[in-house]
């Protein structure tokens, strides 16, 4: 059974930090591209970063690139969002996704599965 399970949202100040985890199972991880992509309210879900199975190339939103950083660790399965210099727009609920041997430039109907996402609000 495939699952996706995203943690560490939650409420930060403008300016501060979130580390936003993704664990997978029931699949190769290793031959998967892994993204985060973000909902605020009464948007669109949208791409905010990717990292490539293959571990040679990441890709970021313009609106996240300088202050985000995506990684993952293969032996733990586990792709991580460094969010720095948070803003109240970078407020939503963040979705981890998984894609097959899937370019770093995929979109979003490119990507098999999908967590059931956590809330990240950044408010004073």
């Known amino acids: 059974q495939v699952q996706l399970v995203e943690s560490g949202g939650g409420l930060v100040q403008p300016g501060g930090s979130l580390r936003l985890s993704c664990v997978a199972s029931g699949f190769t991880f290793s031959t998967y591209t892994m993204a985060w992509f973000r909902q605020g309210p009464g948007k669109e879900r949208e791409f905010v970063a990717s990292?490539?199975?293959?571990?040679?190339?990441?890709y970021y939103s313009d609106s996240v690139k300088g202050r985000f950083t995506i990684s993952r660790e293969q032996d733990k399965n586990t792709v991580y969002l460094q969010m720095n210099s948070l803003k109240p727009e970078d407020t939503a609920v963040y979705y981890c996704?998984?894609?097959?041997?899937?370019?770093?430039?995929?979109?979003?109907?490119?990507?098999?599965?999908w967590g059931q996402g956590t809330r990240v609000t950044v408010s004073s």
């Open positions: 996704a998984a894609g097959k041997y899937k370019s770093v430039l995929a979109g979003r109907s490119d990507y098999e599965y």
């Open positions: 990292a490539r199975w293959s571990l040679d190339s990441t």
